[in-house]
Nanobody, 127 residues
Framework: QVQPVESGGGMVQPGGSLRLSCAASGPTFASYAVAWFRQAPGMEREFVGAISGSSWSGYSTSYVDSVKGRFTISRDNGKYTVYLQMNSLKPEDTAIYYC?????????????????WGQGTQVTVSS
């Protein structure tokens, strides 16, 4: 059973940075795509970014346009952890951030492609 657990959320001022972590387990973790979604109050949950599972060509990442150049996803398979580095944070980044795992290496952008979800971690960007 792969159950992700998020950590690292908090409150930060605009322009600041946070790093979220998604810890999971399982011998095949390295082969799974891992995504970050977020949900702001009154809004639908949206795709933020994802990193593929391992392949002969390495890893690939995908991001929603609103975070490109500011957010970076990486993974440390030895620690069964995926990271979301968030820089230049804006008030509109305020949301609950969820980690989701797909039991396949390819990145997908829709929620129904991901089988395992964490409980979420709150990120608040405010002065």
């Amino acid at each position: 059973q792969v159950q992700p657990v998020e950590s690292g959320g908090g409150m930060v001022q605009p322009g600041g940075s946070l790093r979220l972590s998604c810890a999971a387990s399982g011998p095949t973790f390295a082969s799974y795509a891992v995504a970050w979604f977020r949900q702001a109050p009154g809004m639908e949950r949206e795709f933020v970014g994802a990193i593929s599972g391992s392949s002969w060509s390495g890893y690939s990442t995908s991001y929603v346009d609103s975070v490109k150049g500011r957010f970076t996803i990486s993974r440390d398979n030895g620690k069964y952890t995926v990271y979301l580095q968030m820089n230049s944070l804006k008030p509109e980044d305020t949301a609950i951030y969820y980690c989701a795992i797909r039991q396949a290496p390819q990145v997908k952008l829709t929620m129904n492609e991901y089988s395992y979800w964490g409980q979420g971690t709150q990120v608040t960007v405010s002065s």
